[in-house]
């Protein structure tokens, strides 16, 4: 019969003992959270995208529904706003920032979101350059300062003027 000297079976226990306490403060911890998040206001949060002026920078995001949205800045006057939505059929809309639009529908005007885009819930402003697009319950509104813009989402694509 083997036998553990005293002093490492203290040792151990305690251990043991410290894990245990830690892994109560972080469920608590957790708990905690998770009940601070749910009473916390509602409202718009605006996720601003910064970059250094001569590097060219693209954003994608999910907004509800499934609706995928990329915004795209070289320069204050070369930037775009794009969203795509592939159910029930393919379509997507793209706006540059002289307020013009491209739009296609059909098998083609397609694209995908690159891995690990995030989806935003309803409420979620992003702004670049000159764009602002919001997530709202349906999908996407984006505009530029001058009201111009469209909102889409899996059934609808409208232009605003």
Not at 34 to 56: I, Q, Y
Not at 72 to 84: D, F, H, L
Not at 132 to 145: E, K, N
């Amino acid at each position: 019969m083997t036998t553990t000297p005293p002093g490492l079976r203290k040792q151990g226990n305690m251990v043991v003992r410290g894990a245990l306490a830690i892994m109560i403060i972080l469920l608590i911890a957790q708990a905690l959270g998770h009940r601070a998040a749910s009473t916390a206001p509602t409202g718009t949060m605006t996720l601003g995208l910064l970059h250094e002026p001569s590097k060219s920078v693209i954003y994608e995001f999910y907004g509800p529904h499934g609706t995928s949205c990329e915004m795209g800045y070289v320069s204050a006057t070369n930037a775009y706003a794009y969203c795509v939505t592939i159910s029930p059929k393919t379509e997507y809309i793209q706006m540059n920032t002289k307020g013009v639009y491209k739009t296609c529908v059909g098998p083609n005007c397609g694209s995908n979101a690159g891995l690990n885009t995030p989806t935003l819930s309803a409420g979620i402003r992003v702004v670049e350059g000159p764009f602002t697009c919001t997530t709202v319950s349906d999908g996407v509104q984006c505009r530029l300062a001058s009201g111009r813009g469209f909102s889409i989402n899996a059934t609808t694509i409208t232009k605003l003027t």
